[in-house]
């Protein structure tokens, strides 16, 4: 077995016993859009959305709040961690580098949160009759660049995080601005103009747009996608600047 398969399968380990941070996002994302599918006005055509149903237009966004919640609650916790512990200082003099063990947990949080995506698209489909994505190879590009950025982020949250305590606290904070420009508190697209405007220069907001984009069935906006990059770009060289690995 190799160094690095070594690495990724006791990383794997370590995961699944947090239990609590796989629950947050793996089950958690499915479950709410079980409830809000139920709720009568999630239910009925909105000519606003163009005639889908809020439990529509809910699926992508409880699918970009599964890759948030991994890239930024849970990811900057365990690299904090490590650090915190010296485990990334000791690993430096062995043949296994630390960024093997980063590369191990970005690979085992990005599984996590496509495996919550998934089980969201399932549930809208079986439980509430979403349609699927018409456009599958946008759908894809769109959040795997979602996913990228959630963990660009995460990776810059751990560090500047002196602690796990502080690590906790300024993802927590980091979260709900995060999940209310993804469309958790109304969907980008029935927000008012400004709103809509503010909300198309974060990280998550036309990444959003893109996945509603997508599951309409066009391709998704370049002018979308590439915001996403260029956040995904400016984050991965913050974290290459400013992350210590003891």
Known sequence: MSASTAVLRAEARLIGRHRAGVFWVVAFPPLLL????????????????????????????????????????????????????????????????????????????????????????????????????RHLPGYTVALALAALVALALGTVLAAFAPNTRLATTAATVAFFPLAVSAGLWGPVQVLPETARRVIGFTPFGPAARALDQAMRGDWPDWSLLGVTVLWTLLLVAAAARWFRWE
């Open 34 to 133: 079980t409830v809000l599918g139920l709720l009568p006005a999630f239910r009925t055509p909105d000519p606003a959305l163009g005639g889908l149903r809020m439990v529509d237009a809910y699926v992508p966004v409880l699918v970009l709040l599964a890759v948030i919640m991994s890239g930024t609650q849970v990811m900057p916790g365990f690299l904090v961690g490590y650090r915190e512990q010296g485990i990334l200082r000791r690993m430096s003099t062995t043949p296994v580098r630390p960024l093997t063990l980063l590369t191990a947990q970005i690979v085992l949080h990005t599984v996590v949160a496509l495996g919550s995506a998934l089980l969201v698209v399932a549930v809208g489909r079986l439980v509430h009759g979403v349609a699927l994505p």
